[in-house]
């Protein structure tokens, strides 16, 4: 399923508790651990709870090229830097949201299951 902030703008809005990223209209909320892959360094990972860095806020700014999530709920984002953001589901948490306050909502559910919600236009 493809996720409606392609051409937006990541930046990082806070990480305390959790991980919030805004992308345009739309915040994207974290909870579970994330995976930062780099197209020339290692791989970057966030625990819930621990502050971001600047090496991982800087990882995580950039124009969003795709953002989609797997048949078992793992979300995948493409920046134009090369940077790929990976959150796998988690067997009991939620592990990440999608939002946009009032019109849209997608929630991923323990063990990977997704909640959509849409209002209509």
Do not use: K
Request: glycine share 10%.
């Amino acid at each position: 399923m493809d996720l409606p902030i392609a051409g937006a703008h990541l930046t990082v809005l806070r990480s305390d508790p959790i991980l919030v990223l805004g992308a345009g209209e739309y915040e994207l909320h974290v909870e579970g651990e994330l995976a930062v892959h780099s197209p020339t360094g290692p791989t970057l990972h966030r625990i819930p709870g621990e502050p971001h860095t600047d090496e991982l806020t800087a990882a995580l700014t950039g124009e969003v090229v795709s953002a989609a999530v797997a048949a078992g709920g793992a979300l995948g984002i493409l920046l134009e830097s090369g940077h790929r953001l990976a959150v796998e589901p988690d067997p009991y948490f939620e592990a990440w949201n999608l939002t946009a306050p009032g019109r849209y909502l997608v929630v991923c559910m323990p063990r990977g299951e997704l909640a959509i919600w849409s209002a209509e236009e």
